[in-house]
């Protein structure tokens, strides 16, 4: 599975390729309905992953190697094996217990009909009935994603004052901030009126349609104000990050204003065409939003939930996101997903604004679109009647040496999910000191990036074309070039490209370049 231990041990990695902070995904006791994502509890480890006092020396270790800890906090559900949960069924209707919960009575005159039209996030309806203690068919409890993880009444003030302790007791634990899961979700319009959208996983809204009733409610931002007084509250620097999936970026914008969460991951960036315009229109929607509330942007190109960019740009139709590819699926290129992805990383890591990784895109790792039907586990594709793959594909173990068992990852072949034979040419030793690897052009990113303040902007468009993106920052001139011919390098030392100019020092196409002038 891996574990604690096995991060920590691995931490000279991240410091050696030169990012800041890493962010885990849940390490908490849970069920593993959803990867981690259906807590139990919020303030211990789970067994498959260590103990307390392992996360303890991790983010001591982190702390000595100059890097920050983000942790995961999920705050719109919990598991239903939470102690709060099983103490909600057997209270019945109307008990102070179920009022943590969103538990609603069905509607028919038996009430065996869902309370609303809902559907969950990874297939099916939104709704589960429970059985009552005195053993008849009762109320129904909402969950927009499986069933193992009812969703929380955020009206209630019992579940706003137990995730203040949450953050207290990992604050105090010295971890630098928290990603919060789902956040906006967290608030439902209060009619839980029916919505007959369907609901993709983990999806922007539709600007064109209302906003969906169980997304990015007005109420959600009282939530955030009160946490960012928690956080601003510990010395030092914290942060809060939103995953949140709301389009328009001035919407997202909300979430970042001067008295609420620091940064949000900005998907509209994820989801954009491997086009100049796409890119270009993107790139000034995000910068202009989040200027307008004094916070910084943040991009972001792969990330645990969807195709990992380097087999995503492979596609036919490249951009966008899919909910995972396998056997039978249109497969992507890989020869042109890697080259389209080197240099997206290259215009990413260019932009003012933060910068958010995917553990083992600094190798280039596709999707493992192969990945056998059997060895999934991921909820949505059971729950969508094996129509949606789900996000496995992306979550694979990475492989650290071409020829230990699991690529280095345990002890034997054995890995939690199966890793794909091709993976032996993208593992670090193979690309540690290799000119021209993946590997090294992100370390060579990262360091440039930090030396010339590209994070701080600002950026000053240079050619905004159909075919060519070009702009300055930080001293730097940077050109992407989308066309099929080959462009004019910037005048200036070339201090990092995608790939190889051709002969005539020119930029190919799928190429970015970083030149100092």
Not at 52 to 72: N, P, Y
Not at 366 to 389: C, I, V
Request: hydrophobic residues 40%; negative net charge; glycine residues 10%.
């Amino acid at each position: 599975m891996g574990d604690l231990p096995g991060i920590t041990a691995r931490l000279g990695h991240l410091t050696e390729l030169g990012v800041d902070a890493v962010w885990l995904s849940p390490f908490y006791p849970s069920p593993q309905a959803d990867a981690g994502y259906d807590v139990a509890d919020y303030r211990d480890v789970d067994p498959l992953f260590g103990r307390l006092s392992d996360a303890d020396a991790l983010i001591a270790e982190a702390r000595a190697r100059g890097l920050r800890v983000i942790v995961d906090l999920v705050p719109n559900h919990t598991s239903s094996a939470h102690r709060w949960f099983r103490a909600a069924l057997p209270a019945g209707p109307g008990s102070p217990e179920r009022a943590r919960y969103v538990f609603r009575d069905g509607l028919g005159p038996a009430g065996d009909q869902p309370p609303n039209d809902w559907q969950s996030v990874f297939g099916g309806p939104a709704w589960t009935r429970v059985t009552e203690p005195d053993g008849r068919p009762g109320q129904w409890y909402l969950h927009l994603f499986d069933t193992g993880q009812p969703d929380l009444n955020w009206d209630n003030p019992e579940v706003r004052e137990e995730f203040l302790d949450v953050l207290r007791f990992w604050l105090d634990r010295g971890v630098d901030g928290f990603r919060v899961d789902v956040a906006h979700g967290l608030v439902k319009q209060a009619d839980l009126t029916n919505w007959q959208e369907p609901q993709e996983i983990l999806s922007g809204n539709d600007v064109a349609k209302p906003r969906p009733p169980m997304w990015d409610q007005d109420g959600v931002h009282e939530v955030y104000r009160e946490w960012r007084r928690l956080v601003d509250s510990y010395p030092g620097e914290r942060i809060l990050v939103a995953e949140a999936w709301v389009e328009p970026a001035e919407r997202l914008a909300r979430y970042v204003r001067p008295d609420e969460m620091h940064q949000a991951f900005n998907f509209e960036h994820l989801l954009a065409a491997w086009t100049a315009p796409a890119q270009y229109a993107v790139v000034t929607r995000s910068l202009e939003a989040t200027d307008a509330v004094g916070a910084p942007t943040t991009w972001v190109l792969s990330n645990h939930d969807v195709v990992r960019h380097a087999s995503r740009l492979g596609l036919t139709t490249a951009g966008g996101r899919l909910n995972g590819i396998g056997i039978g699926d249109p497969q992507p290129d890989a020869a042109v997903g890697l080259r389209r992805a080197r240099a997206a990383s290259l215009l990413m890591l260019a932009l003012p604004g933060s910068a958010y990784l995917y553990q083992g895109e600094e190798l280039g790792l596709p999707e493992h679109t192969t990945l056998p039907d059997e060895a999934r586990q991921d909820p949505t594709w059971e729950r969508s009647g094996h129509t949606q793959r789900g996000r496995d594909g992306c979550r694979v173990p990475l492989p650290w040496e071409a020829d230990a068992p699991s690529y280095g990852f345990g002890p034997t072949d054995a890995s939690w999910l199966p890793q794909p034979p091709s993976w032996a040419e993208y593992a670090l030793d193979r690309q540690r000191d290799v000119p021209g690897s993946t590997y090294e052009m992100y370390r060579a990113a990262l360091r440039l990036r930090r030396e010339h303040g590209l994070a701080r902007g600002p950026l000053a468009w240079l050619s905004t074309g159909d075919e060519v993106l070009a702009f300055r920052n930080g001293g730097l001139t940077v050109l992407t070039n989308f066309g099929a011919a080959a462009v004019p390098a910037p005048t200036g030392e070339l201090l990092c490209s995608s790939a190889p100019l051709d002969e005539d020092g020119r930029v190919p196409t799928d190429v970015t370049v970083w030149v100092r002038a």
